[in-house]
């Protein structure tokens, strides 16, 4: 393994659903839903295939039909216009979307902001990238995250190359608030940087919230990189279908690294994918209504336990202390509950970096994305901790 990968060599979700496998545990840390996506989505897959004529490469950039569903979902959702002939590019989910951005876009040796606690594929793509990593803490405010904005303000200089902001934010469940991303927009705007921005969980907002986009803010349509992928909003995260959405000059710069990555994949997934987008809102209305029935289930089952929980605005994760439960540093707690008792979990601990450690030891990530039933059965097993 290359040196700059030491640090990367196996990933928390690998190595969490392992041992619950291993243990035949409830696994509540990789985030993956146990239902499945709209059953048109699946049938058109199904047909798709079995008729033939879309089995071999899809075109470089993604199937037509799916260029133009995002396109038209996005102009919708956000009122931004994307031409789907040159400023969208289908990607191998939003990670290989996040990879050709920063393959493709950054300098090595140039710096890349990123908000800590971070989805733990942006420290490894921004060491592949041979780019610097600066972070900038999100720091709790009441029941939930904001953005340290002096910190931010320190770590952007004419040296950064890009910014990474991640809202609904993983693992969290913190969105942004407008003036948190104003923030990111204006140091964008004054040092020219880029922003790439992970929207996964654009549509698993609750409580009535409403996602914004920061390429929607003043000057950023022109800088922002917008990833974003099916996996969640359509509960297919096996598909691997995702997409990034830029002017055509930083869409070329992706699009130079993605075709060594991958050239393209997934054809009749992608032609799925684009009928859901264009014909199953309802179903992504009721997705979300149920994931917040479901998050509001896990809260109560894990303040039952005394543990203190932060507020789940987006996504599919509570952020839980471990501290109550005699745990100041949650990996070790994490490392136990497979075995001992048969419920999976991550520490925020692979979502940070070294130095920064201790801020955020004591936190443990729990996902809800399950039935439930299956919650029930989880909160049966965790009304035996402490362990
Ligand atoms: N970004 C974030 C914040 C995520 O939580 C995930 C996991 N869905 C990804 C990117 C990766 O998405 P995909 O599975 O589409 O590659
Ligand atoms: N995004 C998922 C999570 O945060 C995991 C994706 C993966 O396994 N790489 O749990």
């Not at 990879?99 to 060491?127: K, M, N, Q, T, W």
């Not at 009749?268 to 917040?292: D, N």
Request: glycine share 8%.
């Amino acid at each position: 393994t290359v040196q700059r990968l030491l640090p990367h060599a196996s990933t928390i979700f690998a190595e969490v659903s392992d041992a619950a496998r291993t243990h035949q545990a409830i696994n509540l840390g990789q985030g993956f839903p146990d239902t499945e996506g709209p059953q048109s989505m699946l049938q058109v897959a199904a047909d798709v295939i079995a008729a033939g004529g879309h089995n071999q490469y899809a075109p470089g950039r993604g199937v037509q039909e799916l260029r133009n569903a995002v396109s038209t979902q996005i102009s919708r959702d956000e009122g931004l216009t994307y031409d789907p002939d040159t400023e969208i590019l289908v990607t191998v989910g939003a990670t290989e979307g996040i990879a050709s951005a920063l393959l493709g876009l950054v300098e090595p040796g140039s710096e890349v902001v990123v908000i800590e606690p971070y989805y733990d594929s942006y420290a490894a793509c921004v060491d592949l990238a041979g780019a610097r990593r600066r972070t900038v803490p999100l720091v709790p405010a009441g029941e939930t995250f904001v953005l340290d904005r002096d910190a931010l303000a320190a770590a952007c200089s004419n040296a950064t190359s890009a910014v990474i902001v991640n809202s609904p934010h993983n693992p969290t469940g913190a969105v942004l608030s407008d003036g948190d991303l104003e923030a990111i927009a204006a140091e964008c705007r004054e040092h020219d940087i880029i922003a790439i921005s992970d929207e996964v969980y654009e549509h698993l907002v609750f409580d009535g919230a409403r996602h914004r986009s920061i390429a929607r803010f003043e000057g950023m349509r022109e800088r922002t990189v917008r990833v974003s992928s099916a996996a969640k909003s359509l509960s297919c995260t096996g598909w691997k279908i995702g997409w990034i959405t830029a002017p055509a000059d930083l869409i070329a710069g992706a699009m130079a690294a993605k075709q060594y990555l991958s050239f393209s994949s997934g054809t009749p997934l992608q032609i799925a994918v684009a009928h859901a987008l264009e014909h199953e809102q309802a179903w992504i209305g009721e997705l979300r209504a149920q994931l917040q029935a479901q998050r509001d289930q896990l809260y109560a089952a894990l303040t039952g336990l005394g543990m203190g929980v932060s507020h789940c605005v987006g996504t599919y994760f509570l952020a839980a202390d471990a501290r109550p439960l005699g745990y100041s540093d949650a990996t070790e707690l994490c490392r136990r509950m497979p075995r001992e008792i048969g419920v999976a979990a991550v520490p925020f601990s692979p979502f940070v970096d070294a130095g920064s450690a201790g801020a955020w030891s004591h936190l443990t990530r729990f996902a809800f994305c399950k039935r439930p039933e299956v919650l029930a059965d989880a909160a049966e097993r965790l009304s035996t901790l402490p362990i």
